[in-house]
């Protein structure tokens, strides 16, 4: 959806403001309850309107960010303007320079299109290794996933227990629309990548995401040369 043809209706704006309340009770309720806890912010559209509501509510609730290397100039620019608009420092984590060394020495700097082991070993290095660190030492992580989403992501459920990482995992904006999402970001004056005005729904590395046409799944740009039922990075695997 290009979030410029949104259009606000009195039904959209009650129902944001419902799954606005819903989102702000369960957040200081994991802040509360499971300190301490992490915010994996993957600066898509989702994670923009849980950073204002965390931020808004000044939650003790860490904000973190992976650079994996291979991201587009447009989410760099959201970067920055993240930490300016809300005054903070996204904390970021980069993926161990030897990881990264030897998959390119072995495969490539572009071996990930080759088959699916080599992109999730790219990704397990680009990613998971530094989501691990990032997790250590944590009671709870919270994330923007939507059930809509994606095929993999059906019946996504509000709170899991995350087996692989041992620890609660929330996924507070679980039951919200990809509409609702661009309400709430409309009506508060959240930043948001330039991207997603380009037909850009979902948004990862620059080589592993491509604009989709109109009526294509939402995650049909992401690795587009793979099955739906693959298409996950393995920072959200199912226990
Ligand atoms: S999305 Fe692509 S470039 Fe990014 S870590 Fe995964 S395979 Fe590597």
């Given at each position: ?51 204002d ?32 608009h ?99 970001i409309k009506q508060n004056g959240v930043p948001y ?47």
């Open positions: 959806m290009n979030p410029s043809l949104l259009n606000i209706t009195p039904e959209l704006t009650a129902s944001v403001a419902d799954k606005t309340q819903a989102a702000r009770t369960l957040l200081a309720e994991i802040a509360r309850d499971f300190p301490p806890v992490t915010f994996a912010n993957s600066l898509g559209a989702e994670d923009m309107v849980l950073t509501l965390i931020v808004e509510a000044k939650l003790p609730i860490e904000i973190f960010s992976l650079d994996t290397g291979r991201l587009p100039l447009e989410t760099y620019d959201l970067i920055a303007a993240v930490d300016k809300y005054g903070l420092k996204l904390k970021i984590y980069f993926p161990q320079a030897e990881e990264v060394e030897a998959f390119v020495r072995n495969h490539g700097i572009n071996g990930f299109y080759d088959s699916v082991t080599l992109r999730k070993a790219c990704c397990h290095a680009r990613k998971v290794e530094p989501l691990k660190r990032a997790l250590a030492g944590k009671r709870a992580w919270i994330t923007g996933l939507r059930a809509q989403q994606a095929a993999t992501r059906t019946g996504l459920p509000l709170r899991e227990y995350d087996e692989g990482n041992g620890l609660e995992k929330f996924n507070p904006l679980a039951d919200w629309t990809e509409k609702e999402v661009w309400a709430y990548n330039a991207l997603h005005e380009k037909f850009y729904p979902s948004i990862g590395c620059a080589p592993c995401t491509r604009a989709i046409s109109p009526g294509e799944d939402i995650r049909a740009g992401r690795w587009w040369w793979e099955n739906p039922e693959s298409k996950e990075c393995g920072l959200h695997v199912k226990g």
